[in-house]
Every structure is written in structure tokens, then in C-alpha cells.
């Protein structure tokens, strides 16, 4: 009976040992997982990107093949009026950036449903890409109707290169660094671009279509 009592008693010892070292570990908090690492340098890049094709499309001039019968020749023509699809396209990505993208739901690479350091925000949908991606859109659209419908199919290489080979550059590269740089993934960043590229064309088709790239009767260079 002693001999029972004196191998009990050890194992009592263990048992609470244990069960003190397993409530120990529950009570401490899990160690937070460390922050993704985010390229700064893309982040930049990307905004820069997206701002210049922008104002890629604000600031080009409406190219046009004249009337021969009024003048003949190629002109160009700085429209006002341009603000509107432009800065149309620009609340949609704040819109995106303040409200859609916790909507949307979509995280950055590296984040999970738990909170983390550097997952305040969410990747879908990215707001450069989309900005880019309609830069293209509106472009490729005023292009064309400049060139179908205004000029009679004639193809003027200045307006080709300003209003589609420019951004056509600049999107895919915006789209590549924010996915580089880690900020969103491939889906998220392609398919933003993607958005972007089909709300662009529809707006530019409305806006060159409704507004003529000549400035009425005074030919002046800046139309209101």
C-alpha cells in the first residue's frame, strides 16, 4: 500500500505539471503573423502610372480629318468637354477606393480573414489598375470614332501613338507592378484593368460620338 501511495503521488505531480503548462499556452495571445511584404517602390510607380494615363486622355487634342469642302487637311482640337468622361472615369476609381473595394471583399496576397499587419485594405478592385485600364478604353474608343465616323476612315498616326499606343503601354505595366510589387494578385489586378478597359470604351464611345472633335463654325483651337 505504501509502495502505491509513493508511485501516485509522482504521477499527481505530472498530471498537474502538465495541465498547468497546457492552460499557460491557451492564455497567451498567438503570435501575430509577420506583415506582407509590399513593394513601396511599385506602389509609387503604379500610382504615377495610373495618374499619367489620365491625363494622357484629358490632355490630347481631338484629331480629325476636315471637310474638304471647308478646309481640307488634318486638324486637332482641345475640347473642355473632354473633363467629363475623364473625370467620370476618375470618381469611379474613388468611388472604388473609398466604398467598392469593402464590397467587393477581396484580399491582398498575404492576408486572410483575421486581421494582420498591412491587410487594412482590401486588393479587389485594384484602383490604379482599373485607371488604367479605362484610360485605354476611353481611348481606343474616341480614337475610333474620330477615325470611322469624323475623319472617313483616314488613320492619323499622331492620334494612333497619344490615344491607344500610350496607354496601351502604360495599363499592362500598371496591371504587372501592382501583382509584382505584391499588392494584389494576378486575378485581382488584371480583372480590375479588364473593368476598367470595358466601362472606358462605353464612356468614350458616348462622349465621341455626342461631341464633334471640330469647334462649330469658329475653328478655334480650344472648343467650350
Not at 517602390?41 to 494615363?53: D, E
Not at 476618375?90 to 486581421?115: M, V
Request: proline fraction near 7%.
Amino acid at each position: 500500500m505504501t509502495n502505491g501511495r509513493i508511485r501516485i503521488a509522482p504521477t499527481c505531480c505530472l498530471l498537474v505539471t502538465l495541465m498547468g503548462n497546457v492552460a499557460h499556452a491557451q492564455s497567451q495571445p498567438p503570435t501575430p503573423a509577420p506583415p506582407p511584404d509590399r513593394s513601396d517602390g511599385w506602389n509609387t510607380a503604379t500610382n504615377i502610372l495610373a495618374v499619367s494615363s489620365m491625363a494622357v486622355e484629358l490632355l490630347l487634342p481631338r484629331t480629325f480629318f476636315s471637310d474638304p469642302d471647308v478646309t481640307a487637311g488634318w486638324k486637332g482640337r482641345w475640347h473642355v468637354s473632354a473633363l467629363a468622361p475623364v473625370m467620370t472615369l476618375a470618381a469611379i476609381g474613388l468611388l472604388n477606393e473609398t466604398t467598392l473595394k469593402d464590397a467587393f471583399g477581396g484580399l491582398r496576397p498575404g492576408c486572410t480573414d483575421s486581421t494582420q499587419p498591412g491587410c487594412g485594405s482590401f486588393g479587389f478592385m485594384s484602383t490604379q489598375s482599373y485607371l488604367a485600364g479605362s484610360s485605354l478604353g476611353e481611348g481606343v474608343a474616341v480614337f475610333l470614332v474620330d477615325t470611322l465616323r469624323w475623319s472617313g476612315g483616314q488613320v492619323h498616326v499622331g492620334a494612333l501613338i497619344g490615344e491607344v499606343g500610350v496607354p496601351l503601354v502604360i495599363a499592362p505595366i500598371t496591371a504587372f507592378g501592382r501583382t509584382d510589387g505584391n499588392w494584389e494578385t494576378g486575378g485581382q489586378a488584371w480583372g480590375s484593368l479588364a473593368i476598367g478597359l470595358g466601362v472606358g470604351l462605353a464612356l468614350g464611345f458616348l462622349y465621341a460620338s455626342l461631341q464633334r472633335p471640330e469647334c462649330g463654325y469658329t475653328g478655334n483651337l480650344i472648343c467650350w
